[in-house]
């Protein structure tokens, strides 16, 4: 028998290599997400169609035999729709309640920018309070809970784009792209009928809520802090930035690298950790100057010029 951390380690090993059974590449996006479900954090992806989005979140939830539900976002999808409503009940004679998809350990919120301002605030609401009231009934939602939200890249008329302030709540953005030539193969290689499902449930809920205690408890010195506190004012004082990381973005960056250490079976954080969460955490809540975006820079290269520019303890 190992330390505590290196078996959560073996553990999270087992859950990555059940996803690759059927997500072909994308090994740190898979990472990243099973960092935010321990975390009990929410994910952006964002990709156009095609790219697996649904595939990893269903592949994720089932290694951790966790329930997931998936809720298509429309303009006509009403609060109700997703938070559930008092319902009549013929054979009691009496109100109840009829729980909506929101109540699932994980839930695939998908193309979040096509349902009303209304009805993202419901879901936005839920995400933050972790619980709905739902004619004055409060009721608490699973744990763990993630959202993992999807919208695509290419900004269709009559969308809702999600305002800043709404998009710093979710703990890490990440872009999904097209597969490489060998992975795209692959993928055609491995084309099997869905009930050919081969992914085998190797934890549980409650392995995720020991993870989450003992990814808090990892430990994190003084100077790799003062380098996160670095990186998030550098980009505040970037010259192409005009809305840099938020406090909140520090915090997250701190807990990303404190769990992203657990998975790699250290009870320490260190700068590579902090490296490899960096743009997941920061690149939605980074804001460019107008003129920087129209001479084609992007987040990306601003967070790797930050990152090459912050000395490294
Ligand atoms: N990297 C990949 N690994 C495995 N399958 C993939 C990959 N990329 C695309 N696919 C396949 O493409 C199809 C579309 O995937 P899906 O998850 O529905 O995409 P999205 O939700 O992004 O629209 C699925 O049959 C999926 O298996
Ligand atoms: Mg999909």
Redesign the pocket.
């Known amino acids: 028998m190992g330390s505590p951390v290196a078996e959560m380690r073996e553990l999270a090993d087992k859950v990555l290599s059940e996803v690759s059974k ?5 090994e740190d996006d898979v990472k990243i997400i099973l960092s935010s479900i321990i975390l009990g954090g929410h994910i952006l992806l964002e ?1 156009v ?8 979140a269903k592949a994720i939830a089932s290694a951790l035999d966790l329930s997931f539900s998936r809720i298509q976002f429309t303009p006509d999808l009403l609060p109700a729709d997703i938070v559930g409503a008092m319902i009549f009940d013929q054979k009691a004679g009496d109100f109840k309640v009829r729980k909506g998809p929101i109540f699932a350990n994980i839930v695939l919120a998908d193309e979040i920018n096509r349902a009303s301002p209304r009805t993202q605030s419901a879901l936005l609401e839920a995400m933050q309070e972790k619980q709905v009231t739902i004619e004055g009934v409060t009721m608490k939602l699973p744990e763990p809970f993630t959202v993992i939200a ?1 919208q695509n890249p290419i900004e269709m008329e009559g969308t809702f784009p999600l305002p800043e302030a709404q998009l710093d709540r979710f703990l890490v953005k990440l872009n ?1 792209g097209y ?1 490489s030539k060998d ?1 795209m193969i692959e ?1 055609l290689r491995r084309l099997r009928r869905i009930e050919e499902w081969p992914i085998r449930k190797v934890a549980s809920a409650s392995d995720i809520m020991k993870a989450r205690r003992m990814a808090w408890d990892i430990y994190v010195d003084e100077a790799v802090l003062s380098y996160i506190v670095d990186i998030v004012e550098a980009t505040r004082k970037h010259e192409a930035v005009s809305l840099g990381a938020s406090p909140r973005a520090a915090v997250a960056l701190v807990l990303m690298s404190k769990t992203m250490a657990l998975l790699s079976g250290r009870n320490y954080v260190v700068p590579d950790d902090v490296k490899s969460v960096a743009k997941p955490v920061l690149r939605h809540r980074v804001i460019l100057k107008p003129e920087a975006e129209i001479e084609g820079v992007n987040v990306e290269d601003i967070i790797s010029d930050v990152l090459k520019r912050v000395p490294v303890p």
């Open positions: 059927v997500v072909v590449g994308k990709g169609p095609g790219v697996a989005k649904t595939t990893m999807t999904i597969p992975e993928v």
